[in-house]
């Protein structure tokens, strides 16, 4: 996720800064006589690590999505407040499939900034708010439908997909994208995170269809990448007239990107009809709703870790109408921007919303001028770890999770280790090889 951009690179480059890096030895410890280069100018900067300062300027959220406190005790699907079970983010049945079975990462979101991000044996994250009615019913039906279509795709097995088949892929993916959101707490939902609880019913009333939700489109791909065992991305978007203009209030509906083992599955629902619009994939994916033709699998569309990346982001659609641009809804998906402090300082928000941390401005600067990426790591008291790495057109957060976990992650770090350091303290970073 980008956090600062143009605005602050423009800044930067008119900015007078003075850095001394510092090449580390081997053991980490900082030796004398490592001078690597000097930035020559003529001021120093006043803090090398403020990572835990209270925030509390926060990305602008959408208008509620109509959660309230009492839904925390019904099912999210049919209403009901007797029973609730647990019901799986990712079904149980993927274990028995021959997938790995080590503990591996898992992804969820985003949605208003924050992804979800945990480590667990696979298939095994459950949510408490779906009724035994559903969760033995309607959803186990569709589970037990689902698993003979898509265990030979997940598993990369040759085989063609029918036309029948293609409506239960994206429905099934459908019913995933919003079950994973509710692995988000209750204060989260009621703060606006999550889609609106009208998708849960909507796709409840129809259960009897196996179908997605209406006014939608999804996609199949082939997953090549080595990064992902599970990952459920649901990013909501806006529909608006390419060129200068104030953007929508309201997402115009959301995105949902899902990979599991070698399939990934991409989707689009709009939750407001009259936006709708004709889109097609940039990397040749394979249309399943609306249904088009049966087709042999695996699919002629690959997705690496990062074309991964960039569908997560929205950044792979194509518009098919002229004029009308599809863009990432910014007041769920960015944070506020990076400013520039005192002229040497980069204050920079944490996903978390509610702090923020500092890295040298010389940092980003070097960047701009030499094309060169550096990696550093910081943490918030919430308490979550961050690697962030400087690139063209901003410092992008690479990964977070437990801050024990993320500085083992930043050790292990491709890079040669350097340090700034001034009369205020020394800041370490890695620089990434070309």
């Known amino acids: 996720m980008v956090t600062n951009g143009q605005a602050l690179a423009e800044m930067v480059r008119n900015a007078d800064i003075e850095a001394r890096w510092v090449r580390l030895p081997a053991t980490g410890d900082l030796g004398p006589g490592e001078v690597v280069m000097e930035m020559v100018s003529r001021n120093s900067w006043p803090v090398s690590s403020a990572r835990d300062i209270d925030w509390t300027s926060r990305a602008r959220r959408p208008a509620s999505t109509g959660w309230n406190s009492t839904m925390a005790r019904q099912c999210v699907f049919c209403g009901s407040e007797s029973d609730l079970t647990r019901e799986h983010v990712l079904p149980d049945w993927l274990t028995e499939i021959g997938l790995e079975f080590e503990p591996q990462i898992h992804h969820v979101g985003p949605i208003n900034v924050l992804p979800r991000e945990w480590t667990s044996k696979p298939f095994r994250t459950t949510v408490r708010m779906v009724c035994g009615n559903c ?186 109408e002229k004029g009308v641009q599809l863009s990432p809804f910014k007041p769920a998906t960015e944070l506020p921007p990076s400013k520039l402090e005192g002229g040497d300082l980069i204050r920079l928000p944490l996903y978390c919303g509610k702090h923020e941390a500092f890295y040298p401005a010389a940092l980003a600067g070097e960047t701009l001028r030499t094309g060169r990426q550096h990696v550093f790591h910081t943490s918030c008291e919430c308490p979550v770890g961050y690697i962030i790495r400087t690139e063209s057109d901003g410092a992008h957060m690479k990964k977070w999770g437990d801050p024990a976990a993320i500085v083992e992650a930043y050790e292990a770090w491709p890079g040669e280790e350097y340090a700034i350091e001034d009369a205020n303290g020394v800041f370490f970073f890695k620089e990434e090889q070309p």
């Open 135 to 320: 969760n033995s019913g309607w959803l186990s039906e569709l589970e037990g439908a689902a698993k003979p279509i898509l265990a030979p795709l997940i598993r990369g097995e040759g085989r063609r997909i029918p036309y029948e088949d293609q409506a239960l892929i994206a429905a099934w993916t459908c019913k995933t994208a919003l079950v994973s959101m509710l692995i988000s707490s209750d204060d989260a939902r009621l703060a606006g995170y999550g889609v609106p609880p009208t998708e849960y019913t909507a796709l409840y009333e129809q259960r009897d269809r196996m179908e997605p939700l209406p006014f939608s489109q999804y996609w199949i791909g082939t997953y090549t990448g080595d990064r992902r065992g599970a990952s459920v991305w649901v990013t909501p978007f806006v529909i608006e007239a390419k060129g200068p203009g104030s953007p929508p209030d309201i997402p115009s509906g959301y995105a949902i990107t899902l990979v599991v083992g070698k399939l990934v599955v991409q989707g689009v629902r709009f939750t407001t009809p009259a936006l709708q619009v004709d889109l097609v994939t940039e990397w040749g994916f394979l249309d399943i709703w609306p249904p088009q033709d049966t087709f042999p699998w695996p699919a002629r569309g690959f997705a690496d870790d990062d074309t991964v990346d960039r569908m997560n982001q929205t950044k792979t659609f194509v518009v098919q």
